[in-house]
């Protein structure tokens, strides 16, 4: 479905005015939706796909996942939670997973960024310098 830049503005909006300190409100964005649906004005199937669009990569970009080889101590993962929420902003939903495919080092996804200092990137680095 192609959106207009009038659904796309109106979602803007709608999304700006579920904001709270900069962080987003579920409540509001409930809240607005049901507004929406109640009045139903034209082009309101647009506007709420875009709106639904812009919550999923605000989520996304408050969330980070941070993988190790082995797990974590707790005074190193609160050392690597408040560096990325020095980075990123508070609200920033962290979840820490073992991978022992990485060898060694940690793997952190915040949104579409990616900081990769695992052993396993490292080799993979190494070997495609040799092929090339």
């Avoid at 199937?45 to 669009?53: C, D, F, N, P």
């Avoid at 020095?86 to 609200?91: A, P």
């Amino acid at each position: 479905m192609r959106i207009s830049k009038q659904s796309r503005r109106e979602a803007k909006g709608l999304f700006q005015a579920c904001l709270v300190n900069g962080l987003l409100d579920e409540k509001r964005v409930r809240e607005m939706i049901q507004q929406v649906l109640k009045v139903k004005p034209r082009g309101y199937l647009a506007t709420l796909s875009h709106l639904e669009r812009l919550v999923k990569l605000d989520l996304e970009r408050r969330t980070a996942k941070i993988e190790s080889a082995v797990a974590l101590p707790a005074e190193l993962q609160r050392a690597v939670q408040e560096k990325l929420e020095r980075s990123y902003g508070k609200g920033l939903n962290t979840s820490f997973v073992q991978n022992p495919a990485l060898i060694g080092g940690m793997r952190i996804k915040v949104g579409s960024d990616v900081y990769d200092g695992s052993v396993r990137a490292r080799l993979t680095t190494l070997q495609e310098s040799f092929s090339s």
